[in-house]
């Protein structure tokens, strides 16, 4: 038996903001999504990534997903970097070569930590 990641999701203060920022930002191609409070995106890989609304007060969480690693792989994350810095940002780790690519971290407009990396 296989196990395999079938989906992922984060709770977000503000649907519509974060919506518009993993959709226009990021670049995630909205997918279907059969629940009400969640926004669902198509990743490319046979997973599902989606923001929803929230199960716990976030307010009252300062470090919001501290322990969990989200890593998306873009074309090119020297040009999202740039992107970022210019209209959103915060920048927490600036753009370095890794492992696997150009990699960076960043904070999302919920305070989720996400890592970047490029395929070049």
């Known amino acids: 038996m296989q196990t395999n990641l079938d989906f992922v999701s984060i709770q977000v203060l503000d ?3 974060s919506e518009v920022f993993y959709s226009e930002v990021i670049g995630f191609k909205k997918g279907v999504t059969p629940n009400s409070h969640a926004v669902v995106f198509e990743t490319g890989s ?3 990534f989606a923001i929803r609304t929230p199960l716990v007060d976030l307010e009252k969480i300062e470090n919001r997903g501290v322990g969990i690693s989200l890593w998306f792989r873009v074309p090119d994350a020297d040009v999202l970097y740039e ?3 210019k209209n959103e940002g915060p920048i927490v780790q600036p753009i370095n070569d890794g492992p696997f690519g150009r990699v960076f971290t960043f904070k999302d407009p919920n305070g989720y930590a996400i ?4 395929e070049k």
């Open 15 to 17: 649907m519509k903001k």
């Open 46 to 48: 046979g997973s599902i």
């Open 83 to 85: 992107k970022l810095l």
């Open 115 to 118: 890592t970047i990396h490029g």
